[in-house]
T-cell receptor
Framework: QKEVEQNSGPLSVPEGAIASLNCTYS??????FFWYRQYSGKSPELIMS????GDKEDGRFTAQLNKASQYVSLLIRDSQPSDSATYLC??????????????FGQGTILTVHP | GAVVSQHPSRVICKSGTSVKIECRSL??????MFWYRQFPKQSLMLMAT?????????EQGVEKDKFLINHASLTLSTLTVTSAHPEDSSFYIC??????????FGNGTRLTVT
């Protein structure tokens, strides 16, 4: 079982719709969760971080965390073509001694079509 | 502005040669930097943790004698790919942990070994 799992997609949504990206993780003790966006040929950029159960909203993005279900998601409202990218879910495992030692999922390719 | 500067952005070298990649933390002193590698259509995999003034910590399966890491100052870490081979062709990305935030990534180095 992979430590962090994402549906690789591709996920295709029309412009203006809500895109829903999902991620599950295996380490029940994980405390920190992140969503990164990566355009083709570029480095990942941080979109959201979430540490406690519930929702966290930032502009058009909402991260949702359910530790009991070991599930974290990212919602993108009013999707735009510029949102088309690969979205990476990342987790810091409970045993991690370093804040920077992230475990990444394989990424979900999102395509927003006009 | 950029938090992490990585150089070069792209390098092509012949098999058997060595390549050095530099990673600089611009905004703050970083006692720890991280080196990731990403093969096409795959997610990021942590290669090693670079520790200022001490030896790097390598992840399982990463050859420390092949991927030399030097972290001589609080703002600079270098990764040298020694005796590069075509299978080392990949996207190498360094990252830095902020004081209160997770990883900031450099722009990455696309290495092609011919």
């Amino acid at each position: 079982q992979k430590e962090v799992e994402q549906n690789s997609g591709p996920l295709s949504v029309p412009e203006g719709a809500i895109a829903s990206l999902n991620c599950t993780y295996s380490d029940r003790g994980s405390q920190s969760f992140f969503w990164y966006r990566q355009y083709s040929g570029k480095s990942p950029e941080l979109i959201m971080s979430i540490y406690s159960n519930g929702d966290k909203e930032d502009g058009r993005f909402t991260a949702q965390l359910n530790k009991a279900s070991q599930y974290v998601s990212l919602l993108i409202r009013d999707s735009q073509p510029s949102d088309s990218a690969t979205y990476l879910c990342a987790v810091i495992n409970a045993g991690g001694t370093s804040y920077g030692k992230l475990t990444f999922g394989q990424g979900t390719i999102l395509t927003v079509h006009p | 502005g950029a938090v992490v500067s990585q150089h070069p952005s792209r390098v092509i070298c012949k098999s058997g040669t060595s390549v050095k990649i530099e990673c600089r933390s611009l905004d703050f002193q970083a006692t720890t930097m991280f080196w990731y590698r990403q093969f096409p259509k795959q997610s990021l995999m942590l290669m090693a943790t670079s520790n200022e003034g001490s030896k790097a910590t390598y992840e399982q399966g990463v050859e420390k004698d092949k991927f030399l890491i030097n972290h001589a100052s609080l703002t600079l870490s270098t990764l040298t790919v020694t005796s590069a081979h075509p299978e080392d062709s990949s996207f190498y990305i360094c990252s830095v942990t902020g004081a209160d935030s997770p990883l900031h990534f450099g722009n990455g180095t696309r290495l092609t070994v011919t």
